[in-house]
């Protein structure tokens, strides 16, 4: 199971954000982590980044899944386990392997 302290470590290492853990959520199947850069996150507005979405990062696996902000991309941000990410991702990116992420973590 990856955990909080690995994620944190991972992102700053492929990252280099600062404070790499004000970006998580939990998602209890997941972590959520904000891309928006450090400036925005800080307050500068002016800083947002547009069609970037959170990373998702499947706990178990470890598997990376960098989305877009785009409506398409909602059922994945809804889903609550990890079948029912599974889903979305075939779903809403068809010929996307669920099984075959972006980029995995490891621990």
């Known amino acids: 199971m990856l955990t909080f302290e690995t994620l944190v470590a991972w992102l700053q290492t492929?990252?280099?954000w600062q404070r790499p853990e004000r970006r998580i959520s939990d998602l209890g199947f997941a972590y959520s982590?904000?891309?928006?850069p450090d400036a925005y996150l800080d307050?500068?507005?002016?800083a947002m980044t547009w069609g970037n979405g959170p990373v998702i990062?499947?706990?178990r696996t470890g598997a990376v899944?960098?989305?877009?902000s785009?409506?398409?991309?909602?059922?994945l941000f809804q889903a609550r386990t990890e079948a029912e990410f599974e889903q979305?991702?075939?779903t809403?990116?068809?010929?996307?392997?669920p099984q075959r992420p972006h980029e995995v973590i490891p621990f």
């Open 14 to 16: 492929r990252y280099g």
């Open 33 to 36: 982590v904000n891309t928006q």
């Open 43 to 46: 307050g500068d507005q002016g």
């Open 57 to 59: 990062v499947l706990k």
């Open 65 to 68: 899944w960098p989305l877009g």
């Open 70 to 75: 785009g409506p398409v991309f909602l059922p």
């Open 88 to 90: 979305a991702v075939t």
């Open 92 to 97: 809403a990116m068809p010929g996307v392997d």
